[in-house]
């Protein structure tokens, strides 16, 4: 809900939201600190991933989990630590484990290990019989090509699977996968997989604001978008709707683009 509304700017959606969403990192974040970003983003926020292990080492995870609830928040555990219950052999310890949490997501990642696409996929359809599945494609480390086509076929084949959304990989540095060592967008690639993929079933990792800024201008202020910090959720919905320098001029008309960029000249 926004304090004031001005003409010629986008429609948002509201939650549920299929499209719009927005994923939080939540890297161990106290109670008071959910709390309190809970009051000043919760209603922009769709889910909370808690960061690859640290809800293995945080306190109170299960008061917050019970936080984020509460305030028409999903919250899931960082795919990495799926990865280390499989390397070790523990896959129905972590449906278990889910359980025990009373969580109602799961991601899928292989980025830390090596596992076959069809197993990736068998385990997408065993907890998708449980929770709703986000799976990841991409690799988390930086040097490594994946082929645009092949992006696509695992896309596809994890969906079909039973994944509600596929997360397009960018780790929490923006460094890898669809961005390049420098951060900037593997442009490509992109184009290549939103011609493909319905865009509301992709979420984009992007936690830089350059990369929110890229994304926002490709496919508008309904793109779903990952690994946003919990500082940065506000400042990201100023730049959906057109109230930040980044994304000022997006939905303004024409004629008062032009001419306020010409004065600017």
């Not at 889910?47 to 919250?75: D, M």
């Not at 593997?186 to 350059?210: A, D």
């Not at 202020?221 to 690994?227: E, F, H, K, P, Q």
Request: hydrophobic residues 40%; contains cysteine.
């Amino acid at each position: 809900m926004m304090n004031i509304t001005l003409p010629h700017m986008p429609t948002r959606t509201e939650k549920p939201r299929n499209s719009g969403f927005t994923m939080v990192m939540d890297k161990g974040l106290s109670l008071r600190q959910a709390e309190d970003f809970i009051e000043a983003g919760g209603e922009y926020t769709d889910v909370v991933k808690l960061g690859f292990g640290t809800s293995v080492v945080s306190k109170n995870i299960k008061e917050k989990i019970t936080l984020y609830k509460q305030a028409g928040i999903k919250t899931y555990l960082g795919g990495t630590l799926l990865e280390a219950f499989i390397v070790r052999n523990k896959f129905e310890d972590y449906i278990r484990h889910i359980e025990s949490l009373k969580l109602e997501m799961a991601e899928v990642s292989d980025g830390s290990i090596e596992l076959a696409h069809d197993k990736k996929c068998e385990y997408i359809n065993q907890l998708a019989k449980h929770v709703t599945v986000l799976s990841e494609v991409g690799s988390k480390e930086e040097g490594i090509i994946i082929h645009p086509q092949k992006w696509v076929k695992m896309m596809k084949a994890e969906l079909d699977a039973g994944s509600w959304k596929v997360i397009a990989e960018a780790r929490e540095s923006g460094t890898v996968g669809i961005f390049h060592r420098n951060g900037g967008a593997h442009v490509m690639l992109i184009n290549k997989i939103i011609s493909k993929i319905p865009k509301e079933s992709i979420i984009w990792e992007t936690p830089q604001k350059s990369q929110q800024v890229y994304f926002i201008k490709l496919m508008g202020a309904n793109v779903n978008l990952g690994n946003i910090g919990p500082d940065d959720i506000i400042p990201l919905e100023t730049l959906r709707i057109g109230l930040r320098g980044d994304t000022f001029f997006s939905y303004l008309p024409d004629d008062i683009r032009e001419k306020n960029m010409q004065k600017a000249e």
